[in-house]
């Protein structure tokens, strides 16, 4: 779950960034050996975690109480360290953020009201779809699509078959989230591109707690203004959007979208083992091998991408 976010170096994939003028920052090469490939790693450990947390959180201050706080914190952390520039920007510069933030707030609200309705692993696995289907219409390579084909298998395997049993409406909101997700990495490395360093996203995040705010204050109230939930509120949001986000907006500076977004397949992986550790949810032998089909699917999607020199 995401439930997001250098350098300026154009996509090798079309879909991921079509030409859009001069890209505002510094230029740098080709990433070299695993390096954004931890980033993706990394910010799926945070958000995962993050989400765990979050789950604990819930009760209090209910689903959009907790995606209000934690997009809203966010914003204040990240517009606090980045302090971006809101003049020298282009009509089209502004409506990628727009669309960049909207997609966050959706992708946020989507997943959260999944989560209390399915179980958490079950939620992230559909909504792990939405990368998955954008990896196989992005790219021009068979192999890809091979690639994105069997983390498929895995995430489906790590279900247990339970679909069927699932709230439709619970899982409706799961693969909402994975659409909102899709749009979330397009417009990610778009945002990357006419932003330097994290000025996008501080302020995408910004449209996404307006955006958010409405609705967390409807459904929760003065129970966001609580001290204890505002501080766990911070954690959530510290782990599951300001780190992240940012990781994978570098991330994707450096990694064509079809390979970032099947090494988003991972993520169903990470929500076990962050409910194994924090939420006490036991793994079976079904879930083990499932967790290893989708990892060698996506460390299958970086060695070939490594192995062609792919961009």
């Known amino acids: 779950m995401n439930d997001a976010r250098s350098t300026t170096a154009p996509a090798a994939e079309p879909v991921a960034l079509p030409a859009e003028?001069?890209?505002?920052?510094?230029?740098?090469?080709?990433?070299?050996g695993a390096g954004p490939v931890a980033l993706v790693v990394a910010g799926a450990l945070s958000v995962q975690f993050g989400a765990a947390v979050a789950v604990l959180l819930m009760p209090r201050a209910g689903a959009l109480g907790v995606v209000t706080l934690r997009l809203a914190l966010a914003a204040v952390v990240l517009l606090l360290v980045c302090r971006p520039r809101l003049r020298g920007h282009s009509r089209a510069d502004w409506g990628t953020v727009v669309a960049f933030g909207a997609a966050m707030a959706g992708m946020n609200i989507c997943i959260y009201q999944a989560i209390v309705r399915?179980?958490?692993?079950?939620?992230?696995?559909l909504e792990v779809l939405g990368p998955l289907l954008l990896s196989v219409l992005a790219s021009r390579r068979l192999v890809n699509a091979v690639w994105a084909a069997l983390a498929l298998g895995g995430v489906v395997l790590l279900s247990g078959g339970g679909f069927d049993r699932l709230d439709p409406v619970g899982a409706g909101f799961a693969l909402a989230a994975g659409a909102m997700w899709a749009t979330y990495i397009v417009f990610?490395?778009?945002t990357g591109r006419r932003f330097p360093q994290a000025d996008g996203l501080a302020l995408a995040m910004a449209v996404g707690a307006l955006l958010s705010l409405p609705l967390g204050l409807a459904e929760s109230g003065g129970a966001l203004a609580v001290p204890s939930t505002l501080a766990l509120g911070l954690a959530v949001a510290l782990l599951s959007s300001v780190l992240p986000y940012t990781l994978e907006l570098i991330a994707l500076r450096r990694l064509p979208a079809p390979t970032f977004a099947v090494l988003m397949s991972l993520e169903p992986a990470v929500a076990a083992l962050a409910g194994f550790l924090v939420l006490h949810q036991a793994l079976s032998l079904l879930d083990a091998a499932a967790i290893a089909l989708v990892i060698g699917a996506s460390m299958g999607a970086v060695r070939y991408r490594a192995a062609t020199r792919e961009p």
Do not use: C, E, Q
């Open 188 to 190: 990610s490395a778009r």
């Open 118 to 125: 399915i179980p958490m692993g079950a939620a992230v696995t």
């Open 21 to 32: 003028g001069p890209a505002k920052g510094p230029v740098r090469g080709p990433a070299k």
